[in-house]
């Protein structure tokens, strides 16, 4: 029987993962031997070990790893004090993992958030400021205001970035606006206050949008981030793997006449599919040859593709994207004020000030009939890639690293880390139930959810779009049976609907914005009854988010169900093989009301989500590629700006440069090449006449 190369060299060298663990559980063994020790000290002596840490690190022979089970104990017991949670065993090694810069893996429900709260500590006490990074505005409040409870009992500042706003933590305020009592204490500030804060949390976008803003200002005072020293990434695979595929993008309002947006809005929706070749597994489509002349002949033009109609050709692609790519209430939204919103296909919360790019949002906007917002210019950008490998240190955390393990080491050099559970799992995960239609599926979905129901235990119900989630809505309503709907359009009262979500009978449809960070505690006489059923109304395109959603229910160790409900409609199964699925149960006799269990579709549905999942790791490998290519660039820009804006004199080197290496590139003197110079010294204000002479004299040498 043929061995694998990692069997091999796990029966030679034995299972690393073994023994990182026996390894990091030495460390708890000493923290656990202190417990006793600070147990003893009053509150205020207890508070006062955070000057006495940082009092020993000033010496030389002292670091972090010296103090780290002393550190350890102390956040352990003020937590157990201050919000009646004390960190289990696992949670000291996941936070041990997080401080020797890697991703720990750590079961849905072992409390991440409480876990990060050491290293997060440990390394605030250098004094150089910790982000803790998470998925969305909601988690980044949440997280601040439920763990700065612990970090102001020691000491410590706890700052919040969030979507045009920030706050920091303050036990003295009272925030009306938050109905969450874990938000009460955050008290809005500035920007900068909330960076300069020992412990910062906030959203990926709102971390790596302020670098870009801090790097377009002219004034000193404007930079509101410190230097980049240790991030701890919450929900690490959604945010470096899954979102690393769209750069952050910083934009202008550029010149264009909508017009042409609407004019070619118009013509793609009288298209019909045998006027283009759609390829919905890459997300392409291109006009047929009967697709170009009936465009032509709407156009009133005898050939599309000559210069003169290059910006036609633009339109038209963008707006046949649109029209068959894009669709409402799954990848955007349209508000009552006519704004077109993406929704993020990750975790279905809105992406508030995120719009398509290359004229792709504007053709939606055609589209959907509402006012074509101008499109843009890009003033700055940088991939999520290259903006978290600009941290000192970077770490992660998650329910689902293992599978990625290939790429976090590629592209981050994060090892990740197995943390095995406080308590054995309990929860019973059903193989799928496959439909012939779609309909018969959602009959069946609301069928099974009444049955539940009915016996008491709550239901979640997870869904890959806003629509789909309201379509299951209407069958509901048709039984008569009352629920909540949580997706983008309603997320205001995510809180208060979450809170409720595991009580008896209780029924919650959400999108994935409950796949994530969502904590479902079960209410009294649930546990008895089963505990928390979780339905999936598809598969997604990744086996993780699949897994998130399952995640939801038997949390250390409670008892749970979980049952995905799957049809040959459903677009992963329609695009990968769903005819020829659909083909065997008309064969079988199926009718759309019944289900079938069948390994061997599932393994189908498996190997679909595979293949997604590897041609969006190419999509994010193209994307690394191309930004670095810009990025040894930009960082040089950065650098040189920020030196002049704190004031050194960086003409002599700057001209060096020039010298050594511009006309080497551009094989042109600078004295025929006046508009590389105007547009250098708009960036960096160094004098013209230097550049020029800079470039003439590199010339007169070769």
């Known amino acids: 029987m043929a061995i694998t190369q990692q069997k091999v060299l796990t029966k030679v060298f034995g299972d690393p993962q073994k023994r990182i663990l026996r390894r990091l559980q030495k460390k708890v063994d000493e923290i656990n031997a202190l417990g006793p020790k600070y147990k003893k000290l009053s509150d205020k002596e207890l508070a006062g070990q955070t000057d006495v840490l940082r009092k020993r690190l000033q010496k030389k022979s002292v670091t972090l790893d010296t103090i780290l089970p002393d550190a350890f104990a102390v956040v352990r017991e003020m937590a ?80 919040v970035i969030i979507n045009e706003a920030s706050f920091l933590y303050d036990e003295n305020y009272d925030n009306e606006a938050h109905t969450d009592p874990r938000m009460k204490k955050l008290r809005p500030c500035t920007r900068k206050e909330a960076y300069q804060a020992d412990i910062t949390y906030g959203t990926n976008n709102e971390f790596g949008f302020d670098y870009l803003r801090d790097n377009m200002v002219n004034d000193i005072e404007l930079v509101r981030q410190r230097d980049l020293n240790f991030a701890i990434v919450d929900e690490v695979d959604s945010i470096l793997i899954d979102e690393a ?6 934009s202008a309002p550029a010149s264009e ?37 009936k465009v032509q002949k709407m156009l009133g033009i005898k050939n599309l593709y000559t210069p003169e109609y290059v910006r036609s050709v633009y339109h ?25 919103i993406i929704v993020d296909e990750h975790t279905g919360r809105l992406k508030q000030g995120n719009r398509y790019s290359e004229g792709l949002h504007q053709a939606i906007e055609a589209k959907e009939g509402v006012p074509v917002l101008q499109e843009s210019m890009t003033l700055a950008t940088i991939s999520f890639q290259n903006y978290f490998r600009l941290y ?10 293992f599978t990625e393990a290939e790429e976090f080491q ?41 049955e539940y129901h009915d016996e008491g235990r709550p239901v979640l119900v997870g869904s890959g779009s806003i629509a789909k989630n309201e379509m299951i809505a209407k ?42 960070g969502t904590d479902i505690k079960l209410g009294p006489g649930v546990k008895e009854l089963g505990g928390l059923v979780v339905i999936g109304s598809e598969r997604h395109e990744s086996r993780r988010i699949d897994n998130q959603l399952r995640g939801r229910g038997g949390r250390q160790g409670d008892p749970g169900d979980t049952q995905f409900y799957v049809s040959t409609e459903d677009d992963l199964m329609r695009i990968f093989q769903g005819e020829r699925i659909a083909n065997v ?118």
């Open 245 to 250: 595929r769209t750069p952050l993008i910083i």
């Open 475 to 516: 069958y509901l309503d048709s039984e008569g049976i009352k629920y909540e709907i949580l997706n983008a359009k309603n997320n205001e009262r995510e809180a208060e609907i979450i809170s409720h979500a595991g009580e008896k009978g209780a029924i919650t449809l959400a999108t994935n914005i409950a796949g994530r």
């Open 410 to 450: 590629q592209i981050y050099s994060l090892d990740v880390v197995v943390v095995p559970p406080n308590k054995p799992i309990t929860r019973q995960d059903h193989q799928d139930l496959i439909y012939k239609t779609e309909k018969g599926k959602l009959k069946a979905v609301a069928q099974a959810i009444k």
């Open 392 to 401: 000192k240190k970077l770490s992660g955390m998650t329910g689902t690293a």
């Open 80 to 159: 157990d004090r201050t919000i009646g949670e004390r960190h289990y065993d696992v949670q000291l090694i996941g936070s041990m993992v997080l401080h020797e810069g890697s991703v720990a893996e750590l079961k849905t429900g072992e409390g991440k958030t409480l876990m990060s709260t050491l290293a997060a500590y440990l390394n605030a006490l250098e004094g150089k400021g910790v982000h803790v990074v998470t998925v969305n505005d909601y988690l980044a409040q949440r997280d601040a205001g439920w763990m700065g409870q612990i970090y102001n009992a020691l000491g410590l500042s706890t700052g």
């Open 257 to 293: 006449n909508p017009d042409s947006y609407y004019q070619f809005a118009k013509i793609a929706a009288k298209l019909t599919p045998e006027d283009y070749t759609l390829e919905e597994k890459r997300k392409q489509v291109a006009l047929t040859d009967e697709g170009v002349e």
């Open 585 to 702: 149960l008309e064969r079988l006799g199926v009718d759309e009301e019944t289900a079938i269990q069948n390994r061997a579709v599932s393994k189908t549905l498996e190997a679909a989500q595979k293949r997604v999942e590897g041609y969006n790791f190419d999509t994010r490998k193209n994307v690394v590629q191309y930004d670095n290519v810009i990025n040894r660039h930009r960082r040089v820009v950065y650098v040189m700006r920020r030196k002049i804006l704190e004031g050194d004199n960086i003409k002599p080197e700057i001209e060096r440069l020039l010298k050594e290496k511009v006309n080497d590139s551009a094989q042109l003197p600078l004295k025929n090449n006046p508009n590389f110079v105007k547009e250098f010294s708009t960036v960096i204000p160094v004098d013209e006449d230097a550049l020029t002479k800079a470039g003439s004299e590199k010339k007169d040498k070769s």
């Open 316 to 340: 038209m692609d963008q707006a046949l994207r649109a029209q068959t790519l894009f669709h409402r209430d799954k990848d955007y939204v349209v508000t009552n004020d006519g704004e077109v």
